[in-house]
């Protein structure tokens, strides 16, 4: 008997285990197949990026969404270690050093784990506003000092290297951006898997514990200064590899690289995507990517409808683009998701109609300010007209205030289908 429940105990095991396999298969073979899609050299620049900016959002996570610390000089692990690794390139180009390429995300890292060590040690002392204050003042520091040692930040300038300068690995010099993409590729699955299983393992339990109630883990027996410290330096460790992918596709870094600026923009795309799942930053990075290089193409205010986006997930999704799709979880395991079907087909047209009515009225406006002198006529949506005149403004606010109200006259109908496909009926 003993041996028939060990054998469908053994089954059940290794069918979980597959299951739990079977998303990381999948991104995996996702990934490797993205070039043959989109092969062009922009394209494959834009996915490298996206890469490097998980990779970042991931480590920032290990930090706010497991740790419960805001921190908002997070760019500086990622540029220490960018830097590291250009010095890297350069000693492997001009002193013979003989360091393959794809191990120089792994010495970021290390780079960026050192100054986490230090850093670390006395900011974490103290969680909430001390930790973000102190944090705020490091990055503004190492800023400052980009400017100031510029033996190894290189001032103004920065610093460049030339990534094919190194020895060939299994006959790649990398010269080329798909090579760069499949190495950008295998670093992010690993690291997305390391920092995985980190959120698995008993310190990263023991973190969220610290996150949600710190005088409690205290009790139990658990130091919050040593688990945060823990969870800080792990975070520095990957956001360095995240710098020296990013100087190996750029092969340059600047004061830009560690400066507030970027430390904000890894906190907004990890909000934007979800701070509360472990996929959140995923969402929120290939989002952010998206707008900054495929939409600042066609707008010049591209920023502004970013800021809209953070603005609105921020009031009313607050666990970001990544629980605004878990939410449906619950009418999905109820067997009720088919009654939002309708409600969403009746609101698709005009909430479509209200962005893009809107995205109309701010461009005609921008252009209308903004244009060179003699320059009236703009096109968009694939209309060609003059944005100084008065009807092709009127048109677009008509459909932006029609469209409001039919939004308004449709809520509260589809406020009662949400209600009813959330309802349990077997709880009464």
């Not at 290794?14 to 070039?35: K, T």
């Not at 703009?378 to 109200?405: D, R």
Request: glycine residues 10%; contains cysteine.
């Amino acid at each position: 008997m003993s041996a028939v429940t060990d054998s469908k105990s053994s089954r059940a095991t290794q069918a979980i285990s597959i299951r739990s396999l079977l998303p990381w298969i999948i991104a995996a073979v996702l990934l490797f197949i993205l070039p043959t899609v989109f092969g062009s050299r922009s394209a494959l620049t834009i996915m490298n990026q996206m890469a490097i900016t998980i990779i970042f959002a991931l480590s920032y996570n290990m930090l706010l969404g497991q740790g419960g610390m805001l921190s908002f000089g997070h760019a500086v692990y990622m540029g220490l270690g960018g830097f590291f690794c250009v010095h890297l390139m350069n000693m492997v180009e001009y002193d013979g050093l003989m360091l393959p390429l794809p191990l120089l995300p792994l010495f970021g890292g290390f780079f960026g784990l050192l100054f986490a060590l230090i850093i670390g040690s006395f900011s974490t002392r103290r969680a909430g506003t001390v930790f973000a204050m102190i944090s705020l003042g490091v990055g503004e520091l190492i800023a400052a000092c980009s400017i100031i040692v510029v033996a190894f930040f290189g001032g103004e300038e920065g610093v460049s290297g030339d990534r094919t300068m190194g020895p060939e690995v299994l006959g790649l010099d990398f010269a080329s951006q798909q090579e760069v993409y499949y190495l950008t590729a295998t670093w992010l699955i690993i690291s997305a898997a390391a920092m995985y299983l980190y959120s698995r393992t008993p310190i990263g339990r023991i973190s969220n514990a610290v996150r949600d109630n710190e005088e409690r883990a205290e009790f139990l027996g658990y130091s919050q200064r040593h688990v945060r410290w823990m969870s800080f330096c792990a975070s520095g460790f990957f956001a360095g590899i995240a710098g020296g992918l990013f100087a190996i596709n750029f092969e340059i870094l600047t004061e830009e690289n560690l400066n507030l600026a970027t430390s904000g923009s890894i906190l907004l795309i990890t909000f934007l995507g979800g701070v509360g799942f472990f996929v959140g930053p995923i969402v929120g990075a290939v989002v952010f990517t998206l707008l900054q290089t495929v939409l600042s193409l066609y707008t010049g205010i591209w920023q502004l409808y970013l800021g809209v986006l953070f603005l609105l997930t921020v009031m009313f999704f607050p666990a970001g683009l990544t629980g605004l799709i878990a939410i449906h979880l619950r009418s999905y395991h109820l067997g009720k998701i088919g009654l939002l079907v309708r409600p969403y087909l009746k609101m698709l047209v005009p909430v479509v109609t209200f962005i893009l009515s809107s995205a109309a009225v701010l461009e005609i406006l921008f252009h209308a300010r903004h244009a060179a002198l003699g320059d009236e006529e703009m096109s968009l949506y694939g209309l060609t007209f003059n944005s100084q005149g008065v009807l092709p403004l009127s048109i677009a606010g008509a459909l932006l205030f029609g469209s409001f109200l039919l939004i308004k006259h449709l809520a509260p109908q589809f406020r009662d289908s949400w209600d009813e496909a959330n309802h349990d009926g077997a709880s009464q």
